[in-house]
């Protein structure tokens, strides 16, 4: 079956790699996949079977609207599966415009408190998204988002709505083989510190100036520890900038995005996640799935659906590095075992997400796997 995934952009954070991951599980079972991202900030992709991965390079989404209804004449997949909501509004104008027949699959994967925060500003971005939704949503057949807890936001904002939840695909047929990938890193090798791992874009959003003041507050409890972040962004010379000036430049380490994640946080103790607000944070399942104790801010939505009220997890305050520096203290005292979270893990699996996707599109059961 003829296959659309499409995404803004490709860069080692959720979306993108979420995307990828569904695009690699449908190939993998045969079916025929494009998976098209409108520009990339990483160079390293791999390589797919049965996967055609292109490029519009076009920087914003409404550049993909002519690329992608000549695509939709050309090509005229069964199945269109997109993410993000300003995507996903392109997506269904590049539909009506060209009278595709293709069924449609949107995802949200951020909180529409993010996504339309301004939506009372005239010409924002989230006025304009909000005057778009009930316009061209007609054209979706399936609208999905990546936790519960969306679903009652979108019903807040617009009234009513007709979506589902389907998390994404974090845990695929290669994780063991990654996690175990040999680590040379000085600082994830035969580490006697308790080892606190964060992975992110470094925006204000994520959170991790918090983080950073949180270890701060532990170490002068002379805490052993060191804190290694993953991640670049507009806050890379802010978030140095503090780690200096709290001399602890020997206790915390920010490294640039990697492709293969899961080998660092399988040689880690602990997880953070000190995000103000998420969709369904995959890096925090990942590294649930390596075995890391998780600390997460209780967001608006994501990681209490998942951690359970502390069955799986520790859960901490928003914008409250003394109770989340409390919490990561709790985590190092008693680690929570991978056993206990393999049940919810299994959500989270291609296999799980695939079907239910299917399911809400109506298609038949011998497409599921080939």
Wanted: charged share 25%; proline share 3%.
């Amino acid at each position: 079956m003829k296959i659309l995934i499409i995404s803004p952009v490709y860069h080692l954070s959720g979306v993108p790699l979420a995307q990828l991951r569904l695009a690699k599980y449908l190939g993998k079972i045969g079916h025929d996949v494009d998976l098209i991202y409108g520009c990339k900030k990483y160079n390293k992709i791999e390589k797919l079977k049965n996967v055609r991965i292109t490029f519009f390079n076009k920087f914003r989404v409404i550049g993909m609207l002519i690329p992608l209804m000549k695509y939709l004449i050309i090509n005229k997949p069964k199945i269109i599966f997109s993410a993000e909501d300003h995507l996903n509004a392109i997506v269904a104008i590049a539909s009506i415009l060209t009278f595709s027949k293709s069924k449609i699959s949107t995802s949200s994967r951020v909180t529409p408190i993010d996504t339309y925060k301004n939506s009372n500003i005239i010409f924002s971005k989230g006025w304009f998204l909000k005057l778009l939704f009930p316009l061209v949503n007609w054209k979706v057949d399936v609208m999905t988002c990546v936790s519960r807890d969306m679903i009652g936001q979108y019903r807040k904002i617009f009234g009513t709505t007709k979506q589902s939840y389907v998390y994404n695909i974090v845990k695929t047929f290669d994780v063991n083989e990654k996690m175990r990938v040999k680590n040379n890193h000085k600082w994830f090798k035969n580490q006697k510190s308790e080892l606190i791992v964060a992975a992110g874009s470094l925006e204000k959003w994520k959170g991790f100036d918090d983080l950073i003041e949180a270890i701060d507050i532990l170490i002068k409890k002379n805490i052993d520890l060191k804190l290694v972040i993953f991640g670049s962004g507009k806050e890379k010379y802010n978030l140095k900038k503090l780690i200096v000036s709290k001399k602890l430049t020997k206790k915390i380490l920010i490294l640039n995005p990697v492709l293969n994640i899961l080998k660092f946080f399988y040689n880690s103790d602990i997880f953070v996640l000190s995000s103000k607000v998420e969709g369904m944070p995959n890096v925090m399942i990942e590294a649930m799935m390596c075995g890391c104790t998780v600390v997460a801010n209780n967001c608006p939505t994501g990681p209490r659906e998942i951690l359970n009220k502390n069955k799986y997890g520790y859960l901490s305050k928003v914008n409250n590095p003394k109770n989340l520096s409390e919490n990561i203290l709790k985590a190092i005292k008693k680690k929570i075992k991978i056993k206990s979270t393999s049940k919810v893990l299994k959500k989270f699996t291609a296999e799980e997400v695939v079907k239910k996707h299917f399911l809400l599109l109506n298609i038949k059961k011998k497409y599921w796997k080939i």
